[in-house]
Nanobody, 124 residues
Framework: QVQLAESGGGLVQPGGSLRLSCAASGRTFSSYVMGWFRQPPGKEREFVARISRFGGLIEYADFVKGRFTISRDNAKNTMYLQMNSLKPEDTAVYYC?????????????????WGQGTQVTVSS
């Protein structure tokens, strides 16, 4: 198991930017496919983006394409989510998660380790 901790959330105006970080400890970070998920108020948790062990594969949810960028630095055991052009509908608790394999479909149950989440609120 890998332990995960998100940071970087906060309140931002529409059109603004935030960068989330996910720090990992425990087992070897580069062994894991990493992902970002979010849970808007009153809704189910949803996939945002994922990145393969060494960054060669990246996938985004349609609603963040062109606005969000996922990246990782294995030397620092850290993953990032750069969020630009934020919209009120991006308001959610954002979670990072780790999976052992890159699968054809993104399923929450394939991600065995989760962080505690960080709140992102987009509002004027």
């Amino acid at each position: 198991q890998v332990q995960l901790a998100e940071s970087g959330g906060g309140l931002v105006q529409p059109g603004g930017s935030l960068r989330l970080s996910c720090a990992a400890s425990g087992r070897t970070f580069s062994s894991y496919v990493m992902g970002w998920f979010r849970q808007p108020p009153g809704k189910e948790r949803e996939f945002v983006a994922r990145i393969s062990r060494f960054g060669g594969l990246i996938e985004y949810a349609d609603f963040v394409k062109g606005r969000f960028t996922i990246s990782r630095d294995n030397a620092k055991n850290t993953m990032y989510l750069q969020m630009n052009s934020l919209k009120p509908e991006d308001t959610a608790v954002y979670y990072c998660a780790a999976a052992r394999d890159w699968t054809a479909q993104v399923l929450l149950r394939d991600f065995g380790s989760w962080g505690q989440g960080t709140q992102v609120t987009v509002s004027s």
